[in-house]
């Protein structure tokens, strides 16, 4: 008997659906931020296709951004609001109490405010904004519009609000939401006029020059550096020369890297291990050892010999006082 009525409750837990909680609208929302969807937004030969909205399709909305927050409540002409017949809402809003409502939504062509509609339901939120449950329109062109009374009270401008339009201010860009100011990559245009490196600031940039040139006047231009007078001819130690010849020279024990200019201590590299030969008159006094404290440098009189394994031992040279 135990055993029968056990199956019968792991049957019954089994099978029994576990429905998913319903979500708050007022949160979970699709938002449409499209500046084409404005009522001042009026369709033009120059922008080609008039827009349709057939992806809406019985999500919940909300308008937000440069296309307004609330759906217009007044009959808009054709042609505006990005399409042929802009869709608007024939009744007030509701009250956040009144929870979510049905509505009338009108597409007005050809003179007629109200030629084609359907019915919709909306949401006053606690925020102070509305979400609309928008049905896919029946045919094209049919968009559903926005609306804000000024634009400037309304949004959000990053930058400076004036004519109804975000303006922004030099080194920056107005972003795809017509909103928000983004930094301007002044390098990516004919590389920000700099003949050699561009490197992008935030809101300006800078023109950069390679080891051995050195920026000019119009703070673009790289021009060679002429001889050791001008910023010691780009040497990291010395500089031996006159004029355009001119050459760069290490002290004992360092050698010219590849680009001619920068002293380095000489090291060979191997697949496996890395040697280094430190001029003993340069670390003075100093013990010399990596990270791992049991590779050491080792002395023949002139320079400190360092030999280590990439796999034993660390790679970052430590010096201590004796």
Same mark, same amino acid.
């Given at each position: 008997?135990?055993?029968?009525?056990?199956?019968?409750?792991?049957?019954?837990?089994?099978?029994?659906?576990?429905?998913?909680?319903? +979500?708050?609208?007022?949160?979970?929302? *699709?938002?449409?931020?499209?500046?084409?969807?404005?009522?001042?937004?009026?369709?033009?030969?120059?922008?080609?296709?008039?827009?349709?909205?057939?992806?809406?399709?019985?999500?919940?909305?909300?308008?937000?951004?440069?296309?307004?927050?609330?759906?217009?409540?007044?009959? =808009?002409?054709?042609?505006?609001?990005?399409?042929?017949?802009?869709?608007?809402?024939?009744?007030?809003?509701?009250?956040?109490?009144?929870?979510?409502? #049905?509505?009338?939504?009108?597409?007005?062509?050809?003179?007629?405010?109200?030629?084609?509609?359907?019915?919709?339901?909306?949401?006053?939120?606690?925020?102070?904004?509305?979400?609309?449950?928008?049905?896919?329109?029946?045919?094209?062109? /049919?968009?559903?519009?926005?609306?804000?009374?000024? =634009?400037?009270?309304?949004?959000?401008? /990053?930058? $400076?609000? %004036?004519?109804?339009?975000?303006?922004?201010?030099?080194?920056?860009?107005?972003?795809?939401? #017509?909103?928000?100011?983004?930094?301007?990559?002044?390098? @990516?245009?004919?590389?920000?006029?700099?003949?050699?490196?561009?490197?992008?600031?935030?809101?300006?940039?800078?023109?950069?020059?390679?080891?051995?040139?050195?920026?000019? !006047?119009?703070?673009?231009?790289?021009?060679? *550096?002429?001889?050791?007078?001008?910023?010691?001819?780009?040497?990291? /130690?010395?500089?031996?020369?006159?004029?355009?010849?001119?050459?760069? @020279?290490?002290?004992?024990?360092?050698?010219?890297?590849?680009?001619?200019?920068?002293?380095?201590?000489?090291?060979?590299?191997? %697949?496996?291990? *890395?040697?280094?030969? *430190?001029?003993?008159? +340069?670390?003075?006094?100093?013990?010399?050892?990596? $990270?791992?404290?049991?590779?050491?440098?080792? !002395?023949?009189?002139? /320079?400190?010999?360092?030999?280590?394994?990439?796999?034993?031992?660390?790679?970052?040279?430590?010096?201590?006082?004796?």
């Amino acid at each position: 008997m135990f055993q029968v009525l056990l199956w019968a409750f792991c049957l019954f837990a089994r099978f029994t659906p576990v429905l998913p909680m319903a +979500l708050d609208p007022c949160s979970a929302y *699709i938002s449409l931020n499209e500046p084409w969807r404005n009522t001042d937004h009026q369709l033009k030969e120059e922008e080609g296709q008039p827009t349709c909205d057939s992806n809406v399709d019985g999500e919940w909305y909300r308008f937000t951004g440069m296309a307004g927050d609330a759906m217009p409540t007044f009959c =808009i002409p054709e042609n505006h609001c990005g399409t042929h017949a802009p869709i608007w809402l024939n009744g007030n809003h509701p009250q956040e109490a009144d929870g979510i409502v #049905q509505r009338q939504a009108c597409a007005s062509f050809n003179g007629n405010c109200c030629l084609w509609n359907n019915t919709v339901e909306v949401k006053a939120c606690p925020g102070g904004y509305y979400v609309y449950r928008l049905t896919k329109p029946s045919v094209c062109f /049919h968009a559903y519009c926005g609306h804000f009374y000024d =634009i400037c009270d309304v949004v959000d401008c /990053h930058g $400076t609000c %004036s004519n109804s339009e975000c303006t922004c201010s030099e080194g920056t860009v107005l972003g795809p939401d #017509q909103q928000t100011c983004l930094d301007e990559n002044e390098c @990516e245009k004919n590389n920000g006029g700099c003949s050699e490196i561009c490197v992008n600031l935030k809101n300006s940039y800078r023109c950069e020059c390679g080891v051995g040139r050195v920026l000019g !006047s119009d703070g673009k231009t790289c021009e060679d *550096i002429e001889g050791c007078q001008n910023k010691n001819g780009g040497c990291s /130690h010395f500089c031996r020369g006159y004029g355009n010849t001119y050459q760069c @020279e290490c002290p004992r024990g360092l050698v010219l890297s590849e680009d001619n200019h920068t002293c380095q201590v000489p090291m060979r590299c191997q %697949s496996n291990a *890395i040697e280094v030969n *430190i001029p003993k008159d +340069l670390v003075g006094g100093l013990e010399v050892f990596l $990270t791992n404290t049991s590779c050491r440098g080792v !002395s023949n009189g002139t /320079h400190i010999n360092i030999y280590f394994s990439l796999k034993t031992c660390g790679t970052v040279v430590d010096l201590r006082v004796r």
